[in-house]
């Protein structure tokens, strides 16, 4: 596709539920980050996948997070027992290679209820 | 621990004029840096950058200045269009990941 996508664009969904929220990047790029903003602050970096493998997943809060991107292309981030503090807009980015110009697409936005 | 800050959570402008965002930063290990525009339920797109080799980066109406001994960074904007209001990032690119400033929103009025 020509952009970063993303769906749901939005999501609410109730305390304690498991969601998954999809990233397909730019076709041909081989790095692909997740990212989280809350409100009045600036993207939060959460994990970092080159390939099918996360190279930095240091920014995942906790393990209710997880993400995978079984075949280097799409991706999930997946939040078990969501809580309230978790809403938040989710933001996937692709780049060619993993240096150079990083591309957003739109977000998720995550309420819980 | 902030390590990319931006002071002025909002700044207002007449058209026409200059906007000046500013940035600081606390790693000098730093190298390189970019300024993301985003506008409401939009993802951030990306503006302007500049390598820690160079001390200004100019394109267009857009100009990146830094001052490695101060850890500063700032964006100008001149002339301000109306169609400039969004909210301005800077951020970081350490390697794998980008460290973003909270924000400035910026409002051009006509």
């Known amino acids: 596709g020509a952009g970063v996508s993303q769906t749901p664009s939005n999501k609410v969904t109730e305390k304690g539920k498991y969601v998954e929220l999809r990233c397909d990047p730019i076709?041909?790029?081989?790095?692909l980050y997740w990212y989280r903003q809350s409100l009045g602050q600036g993207p939060e970096f959460l994990i970092y996948?080159?390939?099918?493998?996360?190279?930095?997943d240091s920014g995942l809060p906790n393990d209710r997070f997880f993400a995978v991107r079984p075949e280097g292309s799409v991706s999930t981030l997946k939040i078990q027992r969501t809580e309230r503090g978790d809403s938040a807009v989710y933001l996937c980015?692709?780049?060619?290679?993993?240096?150079?110009?990083?591309?957003f697409g739109s977000g998720t936005r995550l309420t819980v209820v | 621990d902030q390590q990319v800050k931006q002071n002025s959570p909002s700044l207002s402008v007449q058209e026409g004029r200059i906007s000046i965002l500013n940035c600081d930063y606390t790693?000098?290990?730093?190298?390189?840096f970019l300024w993301y525009k985003k506008y409401p339920a939009e993802g951030p797109t990306f503006l302007i950058s500049?390598?820690?080799?160079?001390d200004k980066n100019e394109d267009g109406r857009f100009t990146v200045f830094l001052n490695k001994s101060a850890k500063h960074l700032s964006l100008h904007i001149v002339p301000s269009q109306p169609g400039d209001s969004a909210v301005y990032f800077c951020?970081?690119?350490?390697?794998?990941?980008?460290?973003f400033g909270q924000g400035t929103t910026l409002q051009v009025k006509p």
């Open positions: 980015a692709s780049s060619l290679t993993g240096t150079g110009l990083v591309s």
């Open positions: 500049i390598s820690s080799i160079k």
């Open positions: 790693n000098s290990m730093f190298d390189y």
């Open positions: 951020a970081a690119d350490p390697p794998g990941k980008l460290i």
């Open positions: 996948f080159q390939g099918t493998g996360a190279a930095d």
């Open positions: 076709s041909g790029h081989t790095a």
